[in-house]
Structure formats: C-alpha cells, structure tokens
C-alpha cells in the first residue's frame, strides 16, 4: 500500500496535464524521424526561482540559435510533467529534465534522451533531507508528524528518491507527515525551511548555495542530516520525431555551448551545471529501474 498510494501521487501529476487541449494520444503522430522545424522550442522548469530562469533563458536560445542556425525560443513551465506533455504534443521539441522525468517522458511519449548534465565535475548528485538547526530533527527516524517541503512530484530529488528513502526507514509520508507542500524548486524548498514554513524539505546537494546571498547565514540555520543513494545527474530530451541529423547538432550545440566560459556560466545559472556529455537511455537504467517497479501496481 506504501508503494501504491506514492504512484497514485505521481500518477495524479501526470494525469492533470492532460486538462489543456487534445490528449497527446488523440494527436495525429508525426513521421518519426523526418522532421526539421522551421524554429525549435526549449522547455525548462525552474530549478530555482522562476525569475532567475525566465532572465537567463534568452541568453541560452540566441546560443543555441548560433550553434544550430536556426531560430530557438525558450519556456519555463510549472512542472516536469507539462514539459513532458507539452513535448507529447509537439508543443515543446527539447525538454531539459530530472532524471525520474526524462525516463517517465521516454515511457509516455518516446523520448529520446541525448545528454547528461555535468555538476562539479561528476555525472551524478544524491537527494539530501534537511531541517534547521534548532528543529530537533537528526534523522529521518525523527520526521513522523513533521511537515515536508518538497520541490516537484516528478522531480527525482525534490519529491521520489527522498519519498522510497523514507519508505524504507519506515516513514509513510502520506500516513505520517502532518503536512507536504510543493515549493516548485529546489532554492525554494530551502527557503520554506529557512523560515519555518516546514519542517523539513530536500532538494538535490547542496542547494542552500544557492540562497547564501538573499540568506547569507543558511548553512548554519539550515542542516542537512540525510543523503539517499547516488542518481544519475538531469539531462535532455528531444521528440524522436526530429531528423537525426538535427537531434545530433542539437546534441553537439549543448556540449559546445558548455565548453565556452559564457556558456558555463550561464548553464550554472540555469541549472546549476557546467555543461553536458553525450548519453543515451542507459545511462538512467537505476531510474528506470524503480519507474517499471511501479507498473507492476499502476498502469500508466
């Protein structure tokens, strides 16, 4: 029942999408393969706060656009699952995701994965569980009847891989939280901690650098007490639709982009990484692993 009522959340994310417009599955589909578009869309989902996204989002197309030639917009959504289905409508063609997303839009809607993201040097981060200082909160053993910020119902760190750490530590989030609240991003789940709007929150490690200007003392305030299994760090997705030829210079623009400083630095702005590295699906095989442990009690 643990594991049935964590999916039946998920599932619910996902299923809400589904209010704007024609279903994915109704549209007509695309010639798989074939397709150059005359412009290129970018889906993002804040990573931080949204506005610190939609500044350095224009920056990061008029860099694509001079890799690739060709005109690229750029939009930031309000969670994974509306860059997945906006993708599935053809809507967005390249989503920049968490890793649980990139294998849940390659499950729904044939997803290619291209690229992962590089973060201080390694391919890979941890979900960290934090509380401040002064909570009494030193494991996870402690959070029965505490309230949770989490960061997105899809994001790996910020909701799934800390939701099974807990499960396996004997902690119900949806039994024995009192309360859990969505920030939207990772710096805002650490602010909601900082003050005192919950309990605990987790997020990817380590970001409470990221609110160290606006909270030049949150290191200290805020303390991280747990960390979950290695995960694979987010990357990029395409529609499968897109020529291959295309999806390869799409690929190549972003590793391109990442090895320039100008570039660097606005990719650590974005997403907090330093450029990307050519990956294909097997690379999120832990992933995906725990996402076909699911279909044994949903079916999506």
């Known amino acids: 029942m643990k594991k049935l009522s964590f999916i039946m959340v998920l599932l619910l994310a996902v299923t809400l999408t589904f209010t704007m417009g024609v279903a994915a599955d109704d549209a007509e589909p695309a010639d798989v393969g074939d397709e150059v578009p005359e412009n290129l869309v970018v889906g993002m989902v804040p990573s931080r706060e949204a506005g610190v996204m939609m500044d350095s989002i224009d920056p990061m197309t008029e860099m694509l656009e001079d890799e690739l030639d060709i005109p690229v917009e750029g939009t930031v959504l309000t969670s994974f699952t509306s860059v997945i289905e906006a993708m599935g409508t053809g809507r967005v063609d390249i989503g920049i995701f968490g890793p649980f997303a990139l294998v849940l839009g390659e499950e ?31 494991s996870v053993e402690d959070l029965e009847g505490k309230s949770a910020a989490f960061v997105d119902p899809a994001s790996t760190a910020g909701y799934l891989f800390p939701y099974v750490h807990m499960l396996d530590h004997g902690i119900d989030p949806d039994e024995d939280l009192s309360e859990q609240i969505f920030a939207g991003a990772h710096d805002a789940a650490v602010i909601a901690v900082y003050n005192e709007e919950a309990d605990f929150g987790v997020s990817f490690d380590d970001a409470r650098e990221d609110v160290e200007d606006e909270y030049p003392d949150v290191m200290d305030v805020v303390n991280v007490f747990e960390f979950t299994e290695e995960i694979p760090n987010d990357g990029i997705a395409v529609r499968r639709e897109l020529d291959p030829d295309l999806v390869a210079d799409i690929q190549q623009a972003f590793v391109n982009i990442g090895e320039t400083e100008e570039g660097e630095e606005l990719l650590d702005t974005l997403y907090n990484v330093s450029g990307f590295v050519p990956a294909g699906p097997e690379r999120y095989d832990v992933v995906r692993r725990t996402y076909e442990e699911m279909e044994e009690y949903v079916d999506f």
């Open 108 to 138: 729904r809607h044939d997803l290619e994965i291209i690229l992962n993201s590089i973060r201080f040097g390694e391919d890979h981060y941890f979900a960290q569980f934090y509380a401040r200082e002064d909570s009494g909160i030193e």
